[in-house]
């Protein structure tokens, strides 16, 4: 007799109690993604706490090679340390990880996948898929109907990037800082190297030794490249910085076309691609906001104008919500698409692997 496939998948959610892993318990719930059993996975110090997912309560679990026999796929969001260890140990016990963190992005045998955008490169995997960081996720999002339509040289993106960016404690630090300087109060920065409250840094992430760009920059122009599958000839130069906004990103993207493309044409492309939204009337005040953005899965485009100074340059203001397709949601359309493709339950060659 044959055997059936069982009804969904067990699924872990590694960091459930974070800004992106929470976001992945709702978007699981709300796009009904087939999940038998969700085992919900944090640090030590989440032991005892519970989460919600489909109206019940599911008590958090540490991870051990215990807890993590016999899941089937792993939507992971616990920073790079935690999937360096964790996401091959998931894909030797046969489980497939879509992780969250930079760790493996630019790792070669690890697809880097936007999904809508390089769909196709989730059949390479091994085990592990990345998904890319949320800032160049909504950028090629927006660039990928012009990368098809009329091909792209350069791209001179400066970010303005909200503090959930960096996690539940950086939302905590705005609203105290936000509060404090208020009531008249010097608050110390504790997540962010200045108070950012009130203000914009220009500095999102870390300087490596050496560099004058920062790994977040340096993570706008591997992973566009990456994603893309463009080698050095696309020039990207990318400032990143972070603004006193709680959720959404927003970018001023200026881009260097190859054939010529007008702003009107512009438009079209970018309003029959799925996953976008064209909000551009500028002269009525409408135009893409991180308010209108945060909760919304779409990027929002607008701005499309121009560029003065070059016949082939147009500029555009890019506008997603971080925690949604800047994570959660990208995570939980990939996971779908493994399952469309039959990619899940598929013996995978580890990572690494010759
Ligand atoms: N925020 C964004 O917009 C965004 C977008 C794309 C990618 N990412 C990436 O996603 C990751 C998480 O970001 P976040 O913003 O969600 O951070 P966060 O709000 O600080 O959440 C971190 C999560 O990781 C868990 N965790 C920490 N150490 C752990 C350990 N040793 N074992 C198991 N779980 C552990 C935490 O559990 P406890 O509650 O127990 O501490 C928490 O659930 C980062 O790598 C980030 O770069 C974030």
Redesign the pocket.
């Given at each position: 007799m044959a055997t059936r496939e069982p009804i969904g998948y067990r699924v872990g959610v590694?960091?459930?109690?974070?800004?992106?892993?929470?976001?992945i318990l709702e978007v699981l719930s709300e796009r009904d993604f087939p999940v038998s059993e969700l085992v919900p996975?944090?640090?030590?110090?989440?032991a005892g706490?519970q989460v919600e997912f489909g109206g019940r309560k599911l008590e958090?679990r540490?991870?051990s090679p215990e807890t993590i026999d016999g899941v089937e796929l792993v939507l992971s969001?616990?920073?790079?340390?935690?999937?360096a260890e964790?996401a091959p140990r998931f894909a030797d016990a046969g489980a497939v990880v879509v992780d969250?963190?930079?760790?493996w992005r630019m790792h070669d045998d690890v697809p880097l996948v936007v999904a809508g955008v390089n769909d196709e490169a989730a059949d390479e995997h091994r085990g592990i898929v990345a998904?890319?960081?949320?800032t160049t996720?909504q950028m090629v999002v927006a660039l990928k109907p012009i990368w098809d339509t009329a091909g792209i040289e350069r791209i001179v993106v400066s970010t303005y990037q909200?503090v959930?960016?960096?996690?539940?404690?950086?939302?905590e630090e705005l609203r105290e800082q936000s509060r404090a300087v208020l009531e008249g109060e010097q608050p110390d920065p504790e997540v962010f190297p200045h108070q950012v409250a009130f203000n914009v840094i220009p500095q999102v992430e870390t300087f490596s030794d050496g560099d004058d760009y920062t790994t977040e920059e340096r993570k706008v122009m591997n992973e566009t490249r990456k994603i893309l599958a463009a080698g050095k000839e696309l020039g990207v130069s990318s400032t990143c910085v972070r603004v006193p906004v709680v959720t959404g990103?927003s970018e001023s993207v200026n881009v260097q076309t190859r054939e010529p493309l007008s702003p009107e044409e512009c438009r079209q492309v970018l309003a029959a691609h799925p996953g976008i939204l064209v909000v551009d009337a500028p002269h009525e005040g409408i135009y893409p906001l991180a308010i209108d953005a945060a909760g919304r899965d779409e990027v929002l485009v607008g701005r499309v104008r121009r560029d003065p100074s070059h016949e082939r340059c147009l500029n555009l203001w890019v506008v997603g919500d971080?925690?949604r397709k800047?994570?959660a949601t990208n995570a939980v359309q990939v996971a779908e698409l493994l399952h469309e493709r039959g990619l899940v339950r598929a013996a995978p060659q580890p990572v690494g692997a010759a």
């Open positions: 590694v960091g459930a109690t974070g800004a992106v892993g929470s976001t996975f944090a640090s030590e110090r989440s706490k958090i540490p991870l969001s616990a920073g790079g340390s935690v999937s964790w969250n963190t930079s760790y998904n890319p960081n949320c996720m909200s959930s960016g960096t996690g539940r404690r950086a939302i990103h971080n925690l800047g994570a």
